[in-house]
Nanobody, 122 residues
Framework: QVQLVESGGGLVQAGGSLRLSCAASGRTFSSYAMGWFRQAPGKERQFVATISWNSFYTYYADSVKGRFTISRVNARNTVYLQMNSLKFEDTAVYYC???????????????WGQGTQVTVSS
């Protein structure tokens, strides 16, 4: 398993942008698919985006498609989530996760970060 630490969350106005980072420890980061999920208060954890180990495959939730971009730099053991045109409904705690395959299913991931809060003011 890898240890994951998210950063980059904060308070932003609607229409603004944020870039989340997820730093992984360990030498096997490049062998993992990575995902971003989010959880708003009182709601279930929701899939946001995923990327394969070699960046060849990415997949997004419909709610963020065209606004968010997932990317990774294996040499830096880091995965990113660029979030543009943020909306109030994007407010949530954002989690990164690592697993064997790129998937929208949270159960596919074996390692999770502690989360970073994103708050979008309307």
């Amino acid at each position: 398993q890898v240890q994951l630490v998210e950063s980059g969350g904060g308070l932003v106005q609607a229409g603004g942008s944020l870039r989340l980072s997820c730093a992984a420890s360990g030498r096997t980061f490049s062998s993992y698919a990575m995902g971003w999920f989010r959880q708003a208060p009182g709601k279930e954890r929701q899939f946001v985006a995923t990327i394969s180990w070699n960046s060849f495959y990415t997949y997004y939730a419909d709610s963020v498609k065209g606004r968010f971009t997932i990317s990774r730099v294996n040499a830096r053991n880091t995965v990113y989530l660029q979030m543009n045109s943020l909306k109030f409904e994007d407010t949530a705690v954002y989690y990164c996760a690592a697993g064997p395959t790129a998937s929208a299913y949270s159960g596919s991931y074996s390692s999770w970060g502690q989360g970073t809060q994103v708050t979008v003011s309307s």
